[in-house]
């Protein structure tokens, strides 16, 4: 404890005080530890019983904290309208004089009650206001008990004291905005960064309900909901499309009138329990629960196409950060919602496509199954002899019928795979079953091009997939290799374990494929541009299905090597069964 007043000695000794004091009271930068330092430092310094902190804020005096001598610091906290201290000339003079001003005790009778007992044992007062940038932001009120008054020597020290003080504390003040607002660019920045994780997440989903569902989960957990819906609008109603168990999906609700101004202006509106009113008879229950209630449009193009709702059980206001956050979600939404909407009535527009094509194609079948039973039985003599000429021709009708119906049959099956109809029938298949059937298939145009088929590999492989598939893409590769090939060709086909697949390749010795057509020869109704590939008949549909079947087998089909002249390999790989 400082028995002696230091501004009572010599004036260097003063200074040297007031440049430790200043530097042990600047030396924090949390406004609760200045105000200590302030209070005890100076309440020893001057010799004061008591001190007292007030800080000014706008029209109000809150008083900090009071140090006792004792050495005991209470906060108070107490907050004052500036009025209440026009009763107390000591203070009014010293803020307006932004000088300390010293008398003896404040008035008793204008104190708060809550002071009056404090005040009673007050002999001397000394006011400093703490000063800053010719401003007063607040106040240090020094007492005595002992009647020995504060005289003119006490004025320039206490001075100082105050600019010091008035400095520290300010700092301090700024210091502490300055990490609010840090820590608030910190948590906007984690909001931000939670928005754009929420965005890829939500954007990896590919079903609308499934968007949906993910983005409520995502938004209610960003501004701390408890409950969540987002609904469409239509007209002055709105249809809700998800909430996140699925309830009260499909129904209508009115719009309140409060949302309705909010979704004019394009912003959030929150609601009271009171406010939010109107639920559909019935459905009262589904707002219940909830006392407060967050509303942000789902605008996208300058149109707003749907609404996103956050609920809160607890009765306080959301967090102005949350606000912000629901709008950043309310983007998002709208933009997925939109997309998402656009990609389902083209999947639905693909749909619809796909059924048209295979009617149309069953449609044309049905005729080409009596022609060419007629055909048949006109060539088999059922109706009497035939001369050469009419033979021909019936002939070739009937080469012509039987490869119409092909295309009729690649026809359907790419509608089916398009339209999502073609389910495989998955089981173990051994390689050798497989590759037999298909070789022996291919057996009479094998023959009539003069072709050798060899088999090689390990057969003994079985694979999990559907058998009419895997027949009908080893069908296409075995066609393919003989129809692409200007002398009698060479076919190979193996069989090898590739980890957790089979890999089965046909390799011909044929016309190869160009580098350029090898970038094509995959995709729908696409052909070799070759003059020998041309002057065949074919769709330019087989690799394109047999692909599609392997994928959907959950394996795959490529090719492996071609080379213009020397021949290709095609391998297709489908997972292996276990033993
Ligand atoms: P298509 O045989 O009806 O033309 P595909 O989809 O089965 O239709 O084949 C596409 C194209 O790939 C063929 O037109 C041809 O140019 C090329 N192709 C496929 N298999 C072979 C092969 N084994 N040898 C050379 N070219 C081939």
Do not use: C
Request: net charge negative.
């Amino acid at each position: 404890m400082i028995a002696r007043s230091p501004f009572q000695g010599q004036p260097q000794d003063d200074v040297g005080e007031l440049v430790r004091m200043a530097l042990d009271v600047a030396g924090s930068l949390d406004p609760r530890e200045v105000i200590a330092r302030i209070l005890e430092r100076g309440t020893h310094a001057v010799q004061a019983d008591r001190g007292t902190l007030s800080s000014l804020v706008d029209d109000h005096v809150v008083v900090e904290a009071t140090y006792g001598r004792a050495g005991e610091l209470t906060w108070v906290g107490q907050r004052y309208s500036l009025d209440y201290f026009e009763g107390q000339p000591l203070v009014k003079q010293a803020i307006e004089s932004l000088q300390p001003a010293f008398g003896g005790r404040l008035a008793l009778d204008k104190a708060a009650p809550e002071f009056r007992q404090a005040l009673a044992n007050v002999r001397h007062v000394a006011v400093l206001p703490l000063v800053h940038g010719g401003k007063v932001i607040g106040m240090l009120v020094f007492s005595r008990y002992e009647d020995k008054p504060f005289t003119g020597d006490d004025q320039a020290p206490l001075t100082l004291l105050g600019t010091i003080s008035g400095l520290a504390l300010r700092n301090a003040r700024l210091y502490e905005e300055g990490e609010a607002a840090r820590q608030r660019a910190d948590e906007t920045a984690a909001r931000l960064r939670a928005a754009v994780d929420a965005a890829e997440d939500v954007a990896s989903q590919v079903r609308l309900d499934q968007v949906l569902g993910r983005l409520l989960e995502r938004a209610s957990a960003s501004v701390g909901a408890d409950g969540a819906s987002l609904a469409r609008l239509e007209g002055s109603e709105m249809v809700i499309e998800s909430t996140p168990t699925g309830e009260l999906v499909g129904t209508r609700w009115p719009l309140i009138p409060k949302v309705l101004a909010g979704v004019r202006s394009g912003r959030a509106v929150e609601l009271s329990a009171a406010e939010y009113t109107g639920a559909p008879p019935g459905m009262e229950s589904a707002v219940q629960p909830y006392r407060r209630f967050l509303v942000a449009p789902l605008a996208v193009g300058g149109e707003t196409i749907g609404l996103l709702a956050m609920a809160k059980a607890a009765d306080d206001p959301f967090d102005p950060a949350a606000v912000q956050s629901l709008q950043q979600f309310s983007t998002l939404g709208a933009l997925l919602l939109r997309n998402a909407r656009l990609i389902e009535q083209t999947r639905e527009a693909e749909q619809a496509k796909s059924e048209f094509m295979s009617i149309a194609v069953h449609e044309l079948r049905a005729p080409l199954t009596v022609t060419g039973g007629y055909l048949s039985m006109a060539l088999e003599g059922a109706f009497g002899e035939l001369p050469k000429s009419l033979r021909d021709v019936l002939e070739t009708a009937q080469r012509k019928t039987e490869e119409a119906k092909t295309i009729a049959n690649e026809l359907l099956t790419v509608a089916r795979l398009e339209g999502k109809v073609l389910t495989p029938t998955v089981g173990r298949l051994l390689v050798r079953d497989a590759v037999t059937r298909a070789v022996a298939r291919a057996r009479p145009r094998a023959e009539l091009v003069r072709a050798s088929v060899q088999v090689a590999g390990d057969t003994d492989l079985a694979i999990l997939a559907d058998e009419a598939m895997v027949g009908k893409i080893l069908d296409n590769l075995l066609n393919n290799a003989l129809t692409y090939a200007e002398r009698p060709p060479t076919i190979q086909v193996g069989a090898q374990l590739e980890g957790r697949q089979v890999s089965l390749t046909v390799a011909d010795d044929g016309i190869g494929i160009s580098a350029q057509d090898q970038l094509r020869i995959f995709q729908r109704f696409t052909r070799g541009t070759d003059r020998l590939v041309t002057e065949k008949p074919g769709t330019g549909l087989g690799l394109y299905l047999s692909r599609g079947l392997a994928e959907q087998m959950g394996g795959s089909l490529q090719l492996q090597s071609s080379q213009a002249g020397k021949g290709s390999t095609f391998v297709l790989r489908l997972p292996a069964a276990g033993s």
